[in-house]
């Protein structure tokens, strides 16, 4: 079973760029899609949905500055991080580059280590337990490199799926969950997953959250999904 790991859209333009930044960040772990120019861009966006946006600012047609504006400006995309890549240096575009929303800007050439740092940099934001974060919630404690899981500091026992799912809901806890969503997330996209599987799993996450007789912080929203708190 694949968690979806975490994907990064690159928009670039020249095809030895795109290549250096796919191999880099595959060996990474990380989903790579990649766009061309700046109309393929803004299909993929709803449809990858990533979790992170490597954008290059010379692009033919959109350039990669109304891409940022166009992604910052939209409720759906404002939260996603947008690395800029840019071969001017001047301050002056530093600045613009700020300016349009982007959350970091890396001048070409760059060092593809110190890329990759900022790429996890932004991740980091976004799926902490993507990135071997510690997340806590009220008395729930996941560590994510250990793959442990305590509530009011006693071990909780969750199968792999529980705890991806407990993962998903404690990096954003208040978000409604849909259970396609969750499916997405949890089970991968490339899998057919029933989505009453997802209740089930809940009910079993549930259960195990329960055990010593702490309160349910889960939260089923009619018609929506589910939430933590
Ligand atoms: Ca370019």
Sequence with gaps: MSHRQPTVLVVEDEAAQREVLRYNLEAEGFEVAIATDGDEALL???????????????????????ICRRMKSNPRTRAIPVLMLSARSEEVDRVRGLE???????I?????????ARVRTQLRRVRP????????????VLDSETHRV?????????GPTEFRLLATFME????VWSREQLLDRVWGR?????????????????KALRRDGGEDPLRTVRG???ALG
């Design 172 to 175: 954003k806890p208040g978000r």
């Design 108 to 116: 070409k050439p760059y060092s593809v280590l110190e890329l990759m």
């Design 100 to 106: 349009t929303g982007a959350d970091d800007y890396v």
């Design 129 to 140: 337990a993507a990135t071997g974060e510690k997340l806590t919630y009220l008395d729930i």
């Design 44 to 66: 993929m966006l709803p449809e990858v949905e990533p979790d992170v946006v490597v954008l290059d600012w010379m692009l033919p047609g959109i350039s990669g500055i109304e």
């Design 224 to 226: 929506a999904g589910y």
């Design 190 to 206: 490339d899998i057919y997953v029933d989505s009453r599987t997802v209740d089930v799993h809940i009910g079993r996450l549930r």
């Design 150 to 158: 305590t509530r009011a500091e006693r071990p909780l026992k969750l």
